[in-house]
């Protein structure tokens, strides 16, 4: 099924665009919120980045095998799934008074979490090579556009009082119900796209760990998986402890917070509606990943330089459009690289490595900021993308020695 010869490939598409970004707002709710949560428990730095990183190590661990699993028994399960799994984890984190429940509500969310790696193998299946980016760009604004509504709101629903006064229930019982209205949408209006996948998949002998060792003696891919970790841990980093820094520092709340995100989201999902179409006809995806490295470079420099709430929404927004660049040109290299039978378990796999690096990037943070320095994190940060460079080159001289062989 393909977008250029069904026309049902284009409802479907627009359905997935839907029911993602209605989750995606309830994602977003939280986004601002989740440090304040941590900090009503009495938890220093150190611990509340921990927290937030057990998301993201749960996601590690769970998503090659929502992949493996979409690939063999379709997609359409596996976004069920994780919808009926962040509305569970949002009413956990609802009710959540102590750090532990704080803690199980979070790791739920990232055992559940594979709705993106999943609808961006979903659109794989059902656009052309040469419509790829442009739709793969569309539905990662639907993340950018979950976060414009999501953290606005979520600061909203909290309230105007301080950490004390803040009403946290409100926001996740929000976020619980947008899942559950995503996971109807999918019920009952998303049709299946991996036919090819289900049909196989009982003739299937392949482990899940052969086809994991499989992807891993790609070294392009590899490279590409490595670049992941490298970028990804500093962005994570610096988000897990913006919200924090920005209070102890700035004296900066949750409702400040959830606008610089929600202005934040609108950037990523404006530039990608509207850019991403023109810039991945006129430069390579490498060079807009390279492009991307840069900026978020300059924006970790922002938040060092920083010394007033408009510095830190310019910094904040020049990373916004490092992350539409990077976000939506690394998954087209990913899926560039991978063969049609395994592009969701490829999808899958650079997820996970985006998770493992969310982990590192969050646990470590907290200690770095309470017994280095606060601004340390962002030093860190404009540091480590020298080496991100340099890998990106190597693994595109390595994609063109590939392709001078093949011709």
Aim: aromatic letters at 8%; a positive charge; glycine letters at 8%.
């Amino acid at each position: 099924m393909r977008l250029n010869s069904d026309p049902r490939s284009a409802a479907a598409l627009a359905t997935l665009w839907t029911v993602v970004f209605v989750d995606l707002i309830g994602y977003g709710i939280l986004a601002p919120l989740v440090p304040f949560y941590a900090l009503r428990t009495g938890l220093g730095a150190e611990m509340i980045t921990l927290v937030i990183a057990a998301y993201s190590l749960s996601q590690f661990v769970a998503m090659p095998v929502w992949g493996h699993i979409s690939d063999h028994y379709g997609r359409r399960p596996v976004l069920l799934a994780s919808m009926a799994g962040h509305a569970l984890s949002y009413v956990l984190l609802a009710q959540a008074e102590s750090w532990q429940m704080l803690l199980l509500a979070r790791i739920l969310g990232g055992i559940t979490s594979a709705n993106l790696a999943t609808a961006y193998a979903y659109v794989t299946d059902v656009t052309a090579p040469e419509e790829r980016a442009r739709h793969l760009g569309r539905l990662s604004a639907a993340f950018g556009m979950g976060f414009v509504i999501g953290p606005m709101l979520g600061g909203l629903l909290s309230g105007s009082g301080g950490i004390e006064q803040a009403n946290f229930a409100l926001p996740a019982y929000a976020a619980a119900s947008l899942s559950a209205l995503s996971f109807l949408g999918i019920l009952f209006l998303l049709p299946e796209s991996n036919r090819t996948g289900t049909e196989e998949a009982p003739r299937s002998k392949a482990s899940l760990l052969a086809s994991l060792a499989s992807l891993r003696r790609q070294p392009r891919l590899a490279g590409l998986v490595s670049l992941c970790l490298i970028v990804i841990t500093f962005v994570a980093a610096r988000e897990a402890i913006l919200a924090i820094w920005a209070h102890d520092v700035h004296g900066l709340g949750p409702r400040y917070i959830g606008l610089v995100l929600g202005v934040s989201g609108a950037t990523i999902a404006l530039f990608q509606f509207a850019a991403m179409g023109p810039l991945a006809k006129r430069f390579s995806s490498y060079t807009l990943v390279k492009a991307a490295i840069l900026l978020y470079a300059a924006g970790w420099l922002g938040l060092l330089l920083a010394t007033t709430w408009l510095n830190i929404a310019l910094a904040v927004l020049v990373a916004a459009i490092a992350t539409a660049l990077f976000q939506t040109n690394m998954q087209t290299l990913i899926s560039e690289q991978a063969l049609p039978s395994e592009r969701g378990l490829a999808m899958g796999v650079y997820q996970s490595s985006s998770s493992m690096a969310r982990f590192i990037g969050q646990a470590g943070v907290g200690t770095v900021y309470a017994f280095v320095s606060p601004s340390a994190p962002f030093a860190l940060g404009v540091l480590m993308m020298i080496p991100a460079l340099l890998l990106l080159g190597w693994t595109r001289r390595a994609d063109r020695q590939a392709m001078e062989l093949a011709e």
